[in-house]
């Protein structure tokens, strides 16, 4: 009789797998979707590049687009740059060479703002006016350094990339790109 039961079991099992109508697990539920037509790419040649005076077919000349006949190239300077009369703030933004007596690191620039001005750091300084720098201001076309406290350092003029000037201490202090 045991085994009467487990015949009668094993053909439920048999039946119950052969009644299913799925036997994959592939996940095709979605068809492809048909392809759409498109128009066709119409094709044109193109019309020739307006030539220069005294070119031939495909040659290229040594005069320049401007109009200036003797090949020269034209570079503006920026307002200011030059004679120092008008520095932005965001000219001295950045990294810059800064030297005192004997003593030369970096100084950097932000427009955060900070205790009288923007944020200013120094690395690589011994000079001990210099390591104290923690923040700038402009007032006018002067550059002024501050400490922490926002007590001025020095004072320097300039423009462009180099900028001149003394410390309260006398000293002389430059910095420079």
Same mark, same amino acid.
């Given at each position: 009789?045991?085994?009467?039961?487990?015949?009668?079991? %094993?053909?439920?099992?048999?039946?119950?797998?052969?009644?299913?109508?799925?036997?994959?697990?592939?996940?095709?539920?979605? *068809?492809?979707?048909? =392809?759409?037509?498109?128009?066709?790419?119409?094709?044109? *040649?193109? *019309?020739?590049?307006?030539?220069?005076?005294? =070119?031939?077919?495909?040659?290229?000349?040594?005069?320049?687009?401007?109009?200036?006949?003797?090949?020269?190239?034209?570079?503006?300077?920026?307002?200011?740059?030059?004679?120092?009369? *008008?520095?932005?703030?965001?000219?001295?933004?950045?990294?810059?060479? %800064?030297?005192?007596?004997?003593?030369?690191? #970096?100084?950097?620039?932000?427009?955060?703002?900070?205790? &009288?001005?923007?944020?200013?750091?120094?690395?690589?300084?011994?000079?001990?006016?210099? $390591?104290?720098?923690?923040?700038?201001?402009?007032?006018?076309?002067?550059?002024?350094? #501050?400490?922490?406290?926002?007590?001025?350092?020095?004072?320097?003029? &300039?423009?462009?990339?180099?900028?001149?000037? %003394?410390?309260? $201490?006398?000293?002389?202090?430059?910095?420079?790109?």
């Amino acid at each position: 009789m045991n085994r009467g039961l487990t015949i009668a079991l %094993v053909s439920v099992l048999a039946i119950s797998t052969m009644a299913c109508q799925r036997t994959t697990y592939t996940r095709s539920y979605v *068809s492809p979707l048909p =392809a759409t037509p498109s128009t066709p790419v119409a094709g044109d *040649s193109l *019309s020739p590049l307006d030539q220069q005076p005294g =070119a031939s077919q495909g040659e290229i000349t040594g005069q320049p687009l401007d109009g200036t006949a003797d090949g020269t190239q034209v570079a503006s300077v920026a307002p200011g740059a030059a004679g120092g009369s *008008s520095v932005g703030r965001t000219d001295l933004l950045g990294g810059w060479d %800064v030297a005192s007596g004997a003593d030369s690191c #970096k100084l950097f620039m932000t427009l955060t703002t900070w205790s &009288g001005g923007y944020r200013a750091n120094t690395r690589g300084c011994s000079d001990e006016s210099l $390591s104290r720098i923690a923040a700038w201001d402009l007032n006018g076309s002067q550059v002024v350094l #501050k400490d922490a406290a926002g007590s001025d350092i020095a004072q320097l003029s &300039g423009g462009g990339s180099s900028f001149n000037g %003394v410390t309260n $201490s006398g000293a002389p202090i430059s910095f420079r790109r």
